[in-house]
């Protein structure tokens, strides 16, 4: 089992930028962040939840397009602490945000920003940007 806490959130301005903070853990003695898929969903009121940004136990790095080049996914294993920067926010950015994690990633990475593929679910922290 893992926990997962979200912080971060807020309201900004089209334009503006946030950093959104995953603090991870474990009861498990056999837990290891490294080991886990870590990933960033978002979920706007009536639309469906999508994956926004993953990265592996490889450091490999997967993006939505409508997120390539503004936002960016990185990790502080010392602290179990999955990050996602956010910069160019726009109005069409205003969601919910939700870390997640899985013991390991989907097997092909076309399937890393697949919701289902993943057992853990943070609380979510809003963000909503204006125009």
């Known amino acids: 089992q893992v926990q997962l806490v979200e912080s971060g959130g807020g309201s900004v301005q089209a334009g503006g930028s946030l950093r959104l903070s995953c603090a991870a853990s474990?009861?498990?003695?056999?837990?290891?962040?490294?080991?886990?898929?870590m990933a960033w969903f978002r979920q706007a009121p009536g639309k469906e939840r999508e994956g926004v940004a993953v990265i592996d136990s490889t450091a490999t790095e997967i993006y939505a397009d409508s997120v390539k080049g503004r936002f960016t996914i990185s990790q502080d294993a010392a602290k179990n602490t999955l990050y996602l920067r956010m910069n160019s926010l726009q109005p069409e950015d205003t969601a919910m945000y939700y870390c997640?994690?899985?013991?390991?990633?989907?097997?092909?990475?076309?399937?890393?920003?697949?919701?289902?593929?993943?057992?853990?679910w943070g609380q979510g922290t809003q963000v909503t940007v204006s125009s």
């Open positions: 997640a994690a899985d013991f390991r990633c989907p097997r092909y990475s076309s399937d890393y920003l697949l919701s289902y593929k993943y057992n853990y």
């Open positions: 474990s009861a498990a003695s056999r837990y290891t962040y490294y080991s886990y898929c």
